[in-house]
Every structure is written in structure tokens, then in C-alpha cells.
Nanobody
């Protein structure tokens, strides 16, 4: 499956952004989808994940209550709504697809190209 992320940009602290990730190729609904992020000088980390049906969602503690992941299987798209953004959310955000039951980076089958989110203080 090919993944194309978009929606990044520059926003002030407290603001909002919505990221999108469009998939093509293999059956989108077969995959659990996730967003990861990588800040300068840091390892890529899990941000949010969603089950194939959209019925279950998972969040890193650092974004819980501020970010919402969702998906539209008909449009083959996964979204990340980011509210109350903080400077520490600044990173390149990557969408990812997996058939694994875990969100470990090593279990990710497909990565998107990344979209930069910059939050100014």
C-alpha cells in the first residue's frame, strides 16, 4: 500500500491542524493505521493508532485528550486532528500501516513520506 500524508504546516501554540493520509494500492480496510512522529534528534515515536474498522483507537499519553485519529475506509484516508498544539509537538509526522496487533515500529509494514508540523510559542 502507498501512503501520502498532507496537512502539515506552521501553527501557533494552542492552535489546531488536521493531517490526512491517503492510501492507494492494497485493500486499505485490511490495515490498522497509525501516526508516528519524529522530532529533531529524537527517535520516531508512536502518536495514535486506529483499528481496521475505526472502532478502537489508541494514543500516546503525551497527546491523549488533544489529538483524535479517525479513518474513512471508503475514501482510503486516515486523519489526525490535532488541537491545543504545543511547541513540543513540533516534528515530522508519518502515517503508517500495519497488519500487526502491536504498534512497534518494527511491525510497521508501510510508511508515508512524512509531513512537517511546526508549533511556534
Amino acid at each position: 500500500v502507498q501512503l501520502q500524508a498532507s496537512g502539515g504546516g506552521l501553527v501557533q501554540a494552542g492552535g489546531s491542524l488536521r493531517l490526512s493520509c491517503a492510501a492507494s494500492g492494497r485493500t486499505f480496510s485490511n490495515y490498522r493505521m497509525a501516526w508516528f512522529r519524529q522530532a529533531p534528534g529524537k527517535e520516531r515515536e508512536f502518536v495514535a493508532g486506529i483499528s481496521w474498522s475505526g472502532g478502537s483507537t489508541y494514543y500516546a499519553d503525551s497527546v491523549k485528550g488533544r489529538f483524535t485519529i479517525s479513518r474513512d475506509n471508503a475514501k482510503k484516508t486516515v486523519y489526525l486532528q490535532m488541537n491545543s498544539l504545543k511547541p513540543e509537538d513540533t516534528a515530522v509526522y508519518y502515517c503508517a500501516a500495519t497488519t500487526s496487533s502491536s504498534w512497534l515500529r518494527s511491525n510497521i509494514g508501510y510508511w508515508g513520506q512524512g509531513t512537517l508540523v511546526t508549533v511556534s510559542s
